[in-house]
């Protein structure tokens, strides 16, 4: 079983950085794809990006976009994801999931084709 764990988050103001990490306790190249998702205050849990098992390709929801970033380094099981610009709306609980999609350059930002799930790590974007 793969265990998920987020750090990284916390209050940070409008405009600022932050880099969430993910570290998985087996390895996870080549096998798992990895999402990143958030749950606002008072609303449901929703994709932000992913980043795929094989060749490290991402996609992004709309919002985020050219704002956040995923990298995965395979030689520490880590997965993280760089928050720039980041705006109120940010605010929310992340959480990445492992996806086991071996040797593909396909991976996707729906809640339930995940298998793994951190225990979350909190971001508060306030002035």
């Known amino acids: 079983q793969l265990q998920l764990v987020e750090s990284g988050g916390g209050p940070v103001k409008p405009g600022g950085s932050l880099r969430l990490s993910c570290a998985a306790s087996d390895a996870i190249k080549d096998f798992w794809a990895i999402g990143w998702f958030r749950q606002p205050p008072g609303k449901e849990r929703e994709g932000v990006g992913c980043i795929s098992s094989n060749h490290n390709i991402t996609h992004y929801v709309d919002s985020v976009e050219g704002r956040f970033t995923i990298v995965r380094d395979d030689a520490k099981n880590t997965v993280y994801l760089q928050m720039d610009s980041l705006k109120f709306e940010d605010t929310a609980i992340y959480y990445c999931?492992?996806?086991?999609?071996?040797?593909?350059?396909?991976?996707?930002?729906?809640?339930?084709?995940?298998?793994?799930w951190g225990q979350g790590t909190r971001v508060t974007v306030s002035s």
């Open positions: 999931a492992a996806d086991l999609i071996p040797f593909s350059d396909k991976c996707v930002m729906r809640n339930h084709d995940y298998d793994y």
